[in-house]
């Protein structure tokens, strides 16, 4: 393609893309766009044809690598390539950036990508295209049906931008965040972990507005380290970091329940998680994200603003706005966070393509959106249904980003087929949750649990703690597999390690603590129980010993030189206290689905 349609800047890009071979009953074509802006497509083929597969019946899939990001000419910025999802965006780095690119940094817009699409359709020979996109692909798609109508076949979008676009200060999440978690614990589903998760989130923000949550953890090899949550962006891309972990979303509202009441351990331990690991350029262009959102994005200035202007601009951009626009951040945060802070530094002058405002063409269209997406949440989709006079909306009960890869019961799929063949999609999901549990608030004591029933004593409280911990420490895991990390591996909350098997289902526990007083060691495997095997168990006085975990959850062996039992199902010991936590934990052919087709999103 050429760099610069127009031919006042010189050069070519060379595209990356896959074509399905022809079949038999396929005579149309389905492209489908990653999200980002910055990831690839191509490399995602079989994940795509796996989530897509009703929509395939009879149509060939297309994929590209949008222009900037995989094997078509990956834009390679190292500085802010190395920033992890939680590090304050320098806009010296992003200057940077810019001025390596050149001339060439205007011609990575959307725009320029929905001309390439369009160059692809006739190239490949297809009188149109049905479109497909995630998150940031959900744009790109719009953009497409947008500016090329009579070429567009359909649109699938799955997690679905605002009909403007990306927000300058991302305010729909801000707006939408309070309803999120206030929805996730709806009937009573976080009362082991919190009275009030909104209420949790204003208190942990404005104390993170007068200074930064700091503790004490430990590593991923167990060592004490001393790390923070420096302010309430920080907070903001944490929780939101939580709509691609559904294992990481569960322990929120605990964790958040913690700091506000003096605890940080727990919101601290998440840290590592949403700053997730290195991302290699192919997998992910920072400096192409950079380059099409400072370019597509309606900023409170424009790129011929002159930088001392651009900055008074930015600081005042949400004026007209009421502090519930944001509640409970501040308005310091909202201008911190936002695209605008980004992109003051971006060379003046650039003139890059316009997104178009066209009206949408009368398509058959499917939107979907989790109802615990965050990043776009299900009220974009709402938005911009009225402009598609044949759109259906799928919303689904606790799902976060992504539906079509992280639906696990099937409704998703049902929806898209009936789509697909042209019917009504119904109410496929009524009565359907992919929720994961909400984990209970971390113990800070033995004494906070009950007795297991047939066990005197504190064996009995410790028993139920071990159990407990072999719990968590599954879910650590798959908190830490979620996030991206390929080492899977992890501190105890407080104290000691973890590791791990790549699907989870073998786990080492190395003196590992979830309960001050308490350390387990051993290997167990992952069970619907909690894990099987046998472990030692260094607890509080004498209270040591061994204990075997049976495939059903059976507990035998001896803990303060005494023999116990005890055996799920049994009936409840009386008085109030904290029971071992029952967290449904995927089977291994539905997580290694998730894992295999999991993509970040925008």
């Known amino acids: 393609m050429p760099l610069d349609r127009t031919g006042k800047v010189p050069g070519t890009v060379k595209l990356k893309v896959a074509v399905e071979a022809p079949r038999k009953g396929a005579d149309g074509f389905l492209l489908a766009l990653s999200g980002g802006p910055g990831q690839p497509s191509v490399p995602f083929a079989e994940s795509f044809k796996l989530s897509l597969s009703p929509a395939l019946r009879h149509r060939r899939l297309v994929l590209l690598d949008q222009r900037g990001t995989g094997d078509s000419g990956a834009i390679t910025c190292p500085g802010v390539q190395k920033l992890g999802t939680l590090d304050p965006v320098n806009t010296h780095l992003v200057e940077a950036c810019a001025n390596s690119l050149g001339p060439a940094r205007q011609f990575y817009s959307t725009t320029d990508t929905v001309n390439d699409i369009e160059a692809l359709r006739a190239a490949i020979g297809a009188p149109k295209l049905q479109v497909m996109g995630v998150s940031y692909g959900t744009y790109v798609a719009v953009q497409y049906a947008r500016r090329y109508p009579a070429t567009t076949d359909g649109l699938i979008l799955d997690s679905v931008v605002g009909p403007a676009g990306i927000d300058a200060y991302f305010l729909d999440t801000f707006e939408r965040l309070p309803r999120v978690i206030a929805e996730q614990c709806a009937g009573s589903r976080c009362r082991t972990a919190t009275d009030d998760a909104v209420a949790d989130l204003g208190t942990v923000a404005r104390s993170l507005a007068a200074k930064p949550l700091r503790g004490t953890i430990p590593g991923t090899r167990g060592a004490p380290r001393r790390t923070a949550i420096h302010d309430e962006s920080e907070l903001l891309l944490l929780i939101m970091s939580g709509d691609l972990n559904p294992f990481m979303q569960a322990a929120l509202p605990g964790a958040l329940n913690a700091a506000a009441d003096g605890d940080p351990a727990p919101l601290l331990r998440l840290r590592r998680l949403a700053q997730g690991p290195y991302t290699p350029v192919k997998d992910f262009s920072v400096g192409l994200n950079v380059a099409t959102t400072c370019a597509d994005v309606a900023l409170p200035y424009t790129l011929l603003t002159p930088f001392n202007d651009r900055w008074t601009a930015w600081l005042h951009g949400p004026d007209a706005l009421p502090d519930s626009a944001f509640a409970p951040f501040s308005r310091k945060a909202v201008i911190d966070t936002s695209v605008a802070h980004d992109c003051l530094r971006w060379p003046q002058g650039d003139t890059p393509a316009a997104p178009s405002a066209a009206p949408l063409p009368d398509v058959p269209t499917l939107l979907l959106s989790g109802r615990l997406d965050t990043r776009t949440p299900v009220e974009n989709a709402k938005e911009l249904l009225p402009s598609l006079p044949h759109g259906q909306l799928l919303t689904v009960t606790g799902t976060g980003h992504d539906v079509l890869d992280s639906d696990i019961t099937g409704c998703a799929a049902k929806a898209l087929s009936r789509w697909a063949d042209g019917k009504a999609i119904g109410t496929p999901c009524q009565g359907r949750d992919n929720a994961v549990t909400v984990l209970s608030r971390p113990p800070v004591t033995l004494s906070a649990y009950r007795r297991a029933p047939g066990v005197a004593g504190e064996r009995g409280r410790e028993l139920f703690a071990v159990l407990d911990t072999l719990v968590d420490a599954q879910i650590a895991s798959l908190q830490t597999i979620f996030a991206g990390f390929t080492t899977i591996q992890g501190g105890g909350l407080r104290g000691g390690f973890f590791s791990s098997s790549s699907d989870a289902g073998s786990l080492r526990l190395h003196r590992y603590a979830l309960v001050p007083g308490l350390r387990v060691t051993g290997a167990v495997r992952s069970t619907s129980a909690g894990g099987s095997g046998t472990v030692t168990v ?65």
């Open 538 to 602: 260094d607890g509080p006085g004498t209270l040591d010993g061994t204990l075997t975990i049976s495939s059903t959850g059976t507990v035998t062996g001896t803990l303060g030189g005494k023999r116990v039992r005890y055996r799920p199902g049994a009936s409840a010991s009386s008085g109030a206290g904290r029971v071992p936590q029952r967290v449904a934990v995927p089977s291994a052919a539905t997580l290694k689905r998730l894992l295999a087709v999991r993509r970040a999103g925008l």
